[in-house]
Antibody, heavy 121, light 108 residues
Framework: QVQVVESGGGVVQPGRSLRLSCAAS????????MHWVRQAPGKGLEWVAV????????YYADSVKGRFTISRDNSKNTLFLQMDSLRAEDTAVYYC??????????????WGQGTLVTVST | SYDLSQPPSVSVSPGQTASITCSGDKLGDQYAYWYQQKPGQSPVLVIYLDTKRPSGIPERFSGFNSGNTATLTISGTQAMDEADYYCQAWDSNTARLVFGGGTKLTVL
């Protein structure tokens, strides 16, 4: 069945970097746009970034633009989020989510279990 | 930036109908989506393209979107429907995905 599994979270100091991965199975990654969404402890959902099915289009939330980079390796069925210059306010569970079609502005129909990123000294 | 507003909480008695609203400027001109999130779990899509239900989502979940408001309706609400619900839209002007602040549905 369709599944996405995030990894790479952990505790990191402010200003440092972290790279998240999202492994896709049960579907062909290059047929779908992919998003990262985060949720700070006790807070609501916050969209982070999206990448089109072929990687040609990428868009970011203002809060992470210039610091985070979304990418994908369709040959490995894997999505990435490179997070640089991390701040305390980036502390959250990060979810990888698949769109329902090639359109990156369609529904998020499958979500991973999330990976926790904690930015702290 | 484009904002979506939801009531922080909604309460409903078992078996009754719960309605959760989502307001945004000309929201009816674009598609609205709804997600359910139970404590400690990942979000689950319950409504897409304003009114459509993914497979496996009970028929008691329905959606409507017109004007400036999208509405998620749960008919015959059950205890298992107690969760946080988030609306979502795509802001085509800025190419940003937007979530509402979420509504905590309490079934009591």
């Amino acid at each position: 069945q369709v599944q996405v599994v995030e990894s790479g979270g952990g505790v990191v100091q402010p200003g440092r970097s972290l790279r998240l991965s999202c492994a896709a199975s049960g579907f062909t990654l290059n047929d779908y746009g992919m998003h990262w969404v985060r949720q700070a402890p006790g807070k609501g959902l916050e969209w982070v970034a999206v990448i089109s099915f072929d990687g040609s289009n990428k868009y970011y939330a203002d809060s992470v633009k210039g610091r985070f980079t979304i990418s994908r390796d369709n040959s490995k069925n894997t999505l990435f989020l490179q997070m640089d210059s991390l701040r305390a306010e980036d502390t959250a569970v990060y979810y990888c989510a698949k769109t329902g079609s090639r359109s990156y502005n369609s529904e998020l129909d499958s979500w991973g279990q999330g990976t926790l990123v904690t930015v702290s000294t | 930036s484009y904002d979506l507003s939801q009531p922080p909480s909604v309460s409903v008695s078992p078996g009754q109908t719960a309605s959760i609203t989502c307001s945004g400027d000309k929201l009816g001109d674009q598609y609205a989506y709804w997600y359910q999130q139970k404590p400690g779990q990942s979000p689950v899509l319950v409504i897409y393209l304003d009114t459509k239900r993914p497979s496996g989502i009970p028929e008691r979940f329905s959606g409507f979107n017109s004007g400036n408001t999208a509405t998620l309706t749960i008919s015959g609400t059950q205890a298992m429907d107690e969760a946080d619900y988030y609306c979502q839209a795509w802001d085509s002007n800025t190419a940003r995905l937007v979530f509402g602040g979420g509504t905590k549905l309490t079934v009591l």
